[in-house]
């Protein structure tokens, strides 16, 4: 007897500006994991493809001792990260919009180590504001020790660090025994922002680790961790083993950071998120809409009365980030490496409607 066939019908549904992860993966990985898919291979990140992706991203950052180590999400990859570098009573500095204090259910402090969050309306952290911090957590041995300090680029409201801004904030940290973590989910929209002038060389140089965001930026899934310092991470491998983050078939990651990385696809891809955006950006400057944050990456907060908001809605899905006053209200809009040009052209024709 057959089975029988079971056709699957989905709604149509409105376009999502609400995160740059709806869509699967980029062509170019899906046909590289066919392609290698019967093809044994070593486990547990010992697998060709992965060693040749660490090594082009040694290439990359100039930095031939970096030790390197891919992981399936960014809360995961930020927990083992933290947890394995901080001593119990130890802490993490980070400002109040970063993802470890307002996006990942308390993971940080539910294995004991306190973040403590500074306001900063750029969602950076600056030399100025580390200091601060530090005279306020001084009275040893009664308040936790500030350890490490923790940042995004770009952050969670779209802004990016200069070099100028980044060499100081490392050259602070040196001075005041701390170590400098950079959150890279999506990294290759900062580095491709029209603005930046950073270069993944730089971000090495000047921070003691870091990682490579593949999740947000055209991968199945996965991130790249970066020590910098490389006796920081002389026995992470440990770390991910007890943690549940190391895979067995490391190959999985592996094959999608070589893809990315062979031919600089993962700086194509951030291009197109950053050119759909600034496209999108563009048309609500025109009609003379301001912005919660100035953003030069895939993310967008333009703020709009209630019923301009109420009538993109009825076409597009988006946050509504945070209200303003009784009668407007700043979304959070996000384009992705797979957002189609035809549909921020007819999102710019609705803008320009309102």
Known sequence: MNAPIIVLQFEEKMYSFKNDYAEGAHINILHKLIETNTIQQAGYGEDAYSLQAKQILRDKIQQPEAAIFFLSGGTQTNLSVISSLLRVHEAVISARTGHIFANETGAIEAVGHRVITVDTPTGKLTPDLIEATLQDYGLRPHVV??????????????????????????????????????????????????????????????????????????????????????????????????????????????????????EDLYFKLAHHANTMAQQIADAFRTKGYTFLT????????????????AQLQQKYDFYIWKSIDAEHAALRLITSWATPAHIVEEFVNDINSL
């Open 294 to 309: 100035d953003s030069s990456t895939n993310q967008l907060f333009p703020i709009l009365p209630m019923d301009a908001i």
């Open 145 to 262: 020790k500030p350890r490490l300090v923790y940042i995004s680029n770009s952050t969670e409201i779209g802004t990016i660090y200069t070099k100028l801004e980044l060499t100081a904030l490392h050259a602070c940290c040196q001075a005041h025994g701390l170590l400098l973590y950079l959150d890279g989910a999506r990294l290759g929209h900062a580095l491709m922002a029209s603005d930046n002038d950073l270069t993944l060389a730089d971000i090495a140089q000047y921070t003691d680790l870091f990682y490579i965001g593949g999740t947000k930026n055209g991968a199945l899934l996965g991130e790249a961790v970066i020590f910098s310092n490389h006796d920081l991470g002389a026995e992470f491998d440990y770390v991910l083993k007890q943690k549940g983050a190391l895979l067995a078939k490391g190959r999985v990651l592996g094959i999608q950071f070589l893809e990315l990385f062979r």
